[in-house]
């Protein structure tokens, strides 16, 4: 059975973990922050893509929009390529960061100006596997 949006009954969670669907490659990787717990503002692309993107539509998904400058770099680069249209999603949306005009088209949820971990997302390679997303403590990483 899976999720209705349409369903008023008590919420269940989505089970994103172990859906089975058939997806292209990463357009693109990314360096880490590192120790950073702020973006340094240097896009780089490490792992590009092959394919051909004129006359496509394509949706940029990442984990976390915070300064937006990855995103909207990403964006502009699909449009400099051709794309018919450009959407992007993110799973954490954290406009208190925001270093650029871009606002993700889709969002999963509005993230506090907090620093996070887990469900993909790490902090100087270090907790990524965690099963749930949690804030690092500030005096963790302040003074950094």
């Known amino acids: 059975m899976g999720f209705d949006a349409r369903d008023t009954r008590t919420p ?3 089970r994103t973990r172990h859906a089975h669907t058939t997806t292209p490659p990463p357009l693109a990787r990314f ?3 590192g120790l950073d717990t702020v973006s340094a503002g240097n896009v780089q692309i490490k792992k590009d893509t ?3 993107l004129a006359g496509k539509h394509v949706l940029l998904v990442d ?3 915070d300064s937006g400058q990855t995103m909207a770099s990403l964006v502009q680069l699909m449009r400099d390529r051709g794309a018919l249209s ?3 999603c993110v799973m954490f949306d954290k406009p208190a960061r925001r270093a650029s005009d871009l ?3 889709l969002v999963g949820l509005v993230c506090p100006d907090e620093f996070v971990v887990g469900y993909g997302m790490d902090w ?3 907790f990524r596997s965690l099963p749930d997303v949690c804030v690092v403590r500030r005096e963790a990483y302040a003074g950094k």
């Open 86 to 88: 450009v959407r992007s």
């Open 63 to 65: 984990e976390m929009c």
């Open 124 to 126: 100087a390679n270090r």
């Open 50 to 52: 092959n394919t051909s």
């Open 103 to 105: 606002s993700p088209d």
């Open 12 to 14: 269940r969670p989505l």
């Open 31 to 33: 360096p880490p922050a």
